[in-house]
């Protein structure tokens, strides 16, 4: 039987989903769009400019978030960019209160 996550990871994790990050935000990440799942924590996802790129889960979010496809996650490519694989950013946050997400000054896409 699979273990439960603790209490306390859980709560974290809503207190980190729940509200946006502050405005502005680096450079280096950006919002994306899940369009499929490639494998147990890899996405494919699509940026506002309209590129794909295969993005990791953190390992923060692996069995504990549910990712569904069409979501909004927000990516940071600034690990990824040394690396010679096709891995392109990892997921740091997951957008789950859409509605707050919408009213800040970076979400200008889609």
Known sequence: MPRKA???ILSTLDSLTSLPP???I???QTIGRISQA???N???CVLPS???I?????PIFRGKAWLRRG???????????VRENKIGGQIVNVVRNEKDWRKMDYWYIY
């Open 6 to 8: 603790p209490k306390r």
């Open 22 to 24: 502050e405005a502005p």
């Open 26 to 28: 680096p450079s280096s």
């Open 38 to 40: 490639q494998g147990k």
């Open 42 to 44: 890899l996405f494919t």
């Open 50 to 52: 309209g590129d794909t």
């Open 54 to 58: 295969l993005a990791e889960l953190a």
């Open 71 to 81: 979501g909004y996650v927000l990516i940071d490519t600034a690990a990824f960019e």
